[in-house]
Structure formats: structure tokens, C-alpha cells
């Protein structure tokens, strides 16, 4: 931990205490900033983060602009997209997110209140602020000679027929005929999507979009990636050996 780090913290609460820090305070304080030395080096690079509300109905992204380890709150930017009323945002519980080196920091605090001036969120601070390694899930692309369809059931409106490109235990790529741009958004909740396997094995899962693309060529198709949500581990079992089977068979 670079000492310069250490002093400006340790400067920055004596300044809202406006009292001396005793030698045991400043151990702990030290204690505390390698804790959080993850958040720090976030604010210190004004590195962008992920904001999802618990729902995942929204999405944004934001900064951390202050960790006060007196009150023990962490202070992000406003987020964007900007929003109209950002106070409606207190109370509710958000997922941080941030991706470094193969690794993914994922935290959740709660929304304490919303500040003016300047412009910016007030969170509890988190217990748990460490990376760890994002999940690998072996995936499989796949090619005309071997397509496996998926049905797709989004809240409303007509499912989606479609054909999978790739798949994991995690989640899956499809493409869908047309254009259904205007029918998406990321993290859009999806009621059922229905998997047949090639030997006619059919799964059934909730998602949740987590990206789209729009192509013309050589056919109109929008082409969504979907994560899993709620399976159970025998059907991941299941799909892990349709990859494992396939790629064998390659």
C-alpha cells in the first residue's frame, strides 16, 4: 500500500473528526485501507463500474468518487444514463460490478441517500470488496451440421424460434429472423427459453438478455446472448456433456 494513499486518507478523516488520530486508530486505519485498497485504486484510476438495482431491471454505469471510512460509506458519481429523479433510487439494494485482469469484483450495498452537491450516491460499504476469478464455462460454437434449436418465451409478445450459435452451461448465443431491436434491452428477464439437444433432450430455464446485434447480411437476424438463470445442476450436467460429447465427436 504506497504511504501517499495511507496519509491522504488518514488526512482526509482527521479533517471530519478535527481531532488528533491516536497510534492504535491509525494501525486499524491502516488495516482498513488495505482492505479497501480495491476500491481505492478504482477511485484513484477513475475506472468506469457496473451498476445493476437488484432487479436487474436497470443498468448503468458510474465511478467511485469517495470512500469514507469513518462513516463507512462509499460515495459513487451520478450514474449514466442519467436520471430524471435519482433519489427514487434510495433504499434499494445495487450490484457493482468491475472486471480486471481475468478477474471480477462484484459487491452489493444498499442505496443510503443521494446528494446534490455534489451529485452523487451514498452506499453502505461493503464487507466483501475482493476479486475473484470469473467462472470459466467450456462453450461451444456451433455450425450447420450441427444446429440445435431454442424457444425462446420474453414477458410478452410471440416467442422467439430461433437456432443457437454457441452454448455453455452459463448461457447461449442465438439468432432469430428479423429485426427485434426495438423488442430488447440488456437485462431484459425471459420467461422460459426451451433447448432441444441433437438427441432430442429438451431442457427448459429462465434468462436474462445480456447483449444483442442487429446484422443484414448475408440474411436479416438479430443475434442475442442469454445467460441461464435458475438452473438446476443436473441440466448443467447435461449440457456440459452435449459440449464435451460434441467436441469429442469434432
Given at each position: 500500500m504506497p504511504i501517499g494513499i495511507f496519509n491522504r486518507v488518514l488526512s482526509q478523516l482527521?479533517?471530519?473528526?478535527?481531532?488528533?488520530?491516536?497510534?492504535?486508530?491509525?494501525?486499524?486505519?491502516?488495516?482498513?485501507?488495505?482492505?479497501?485498497?480495491?476500491?481505492i485504486r478504482l477511485q484513484d484510476e477513475r475506472q468506469l463500474i457496473e451498476v445493476v438495482t437488484e432487479d436487474r431491471s436497470n443498468s448503468f454505469q458510474s465511478m467511485i468518487i469517495g470512500i469514507d471510512l469513518y462513516h463507512q460509506q462509499l460515495i459513487i458519481d451520478e450514474v449514466s444514463p442519467k436520471?430524471?429523479?435519482?433519489e427514487t433510487l434510495i433504499g434499494k439494494r445495487v450490484c457493482l460490478r468491475h472486471h480486471y485482469n481475468r478477474q471480477l469484483l462484484e459487491i452489493s450495498s444498499?442505496?443510503?441517500?443521494?446528494?446534490?452537491?455534489p451529485r452523487s450516491f451514498l452506499l453502505d460499504l461493503?464487507?466483501?470488496?475482493?476479486?475473484?476469478?470469473?467462472?470459466?464455462?467450456?462453450?461451444?460454437?456451433?455450425?450447420?451440421n450441427r444446429v440445435i434449436k431454442a424457444t425462446v418465451h420474453p414477458p410478452y409478445g410471440a416467442p422467439w424460434y430461433?437456432?443457437?450459435s454457441n452454448i455453455s452451461s452459463g448461457g447461449m448465443r442465438i439468432l432469430v429472423t428479423g429485426d427485434l431491436r426495438n423488442n430488447l434491452h440488456k437485462n431484459k428477464s425471459l420467461k422460459d427459453c426451451h433447448i432441444v439437444l441433437d438427441n432430442q433432450l429438451q431442457l427448459h430455464t429462465p434468462g436474462r438478455v445480456k447483449a444483442f446485434t442487429y446484422a443484414g447480411r448475408p440474411y436479416r437476424r438479430t443475434e442475442i446472448s442469454i445467460a441461464f438463470e435458475q438452473m438446476d445442476e443436473a441440466n448443467q450436467e447435461i449440457i456440459a456433456q452435449f459440449i464435451c460429447h460434441q467436441t469429442e465427436a469434432a
Open positions: 482527521s479533517r471530519q473528526k478535527n481531532e488528533p488520530e491516536p497510534e492504535a486508530s491509525k494501525d486499524r486505519l491502516f488495516a482498513q485501507i488495505h482492505h479497501y485498497s480495491a476500491l436520471l430524471r429523479a435519482p444498499d442505496i443510503v441517500g443521494w446528494e446534490e452537491e461493503p464487507e466483501d470488496v475482493s476479486y475473484r476469478p470469473r467462472r470459466q464455462q467450456q462453450r461451444i460454437k456451433l455450425t450447420a430461433s437456432s443457437v
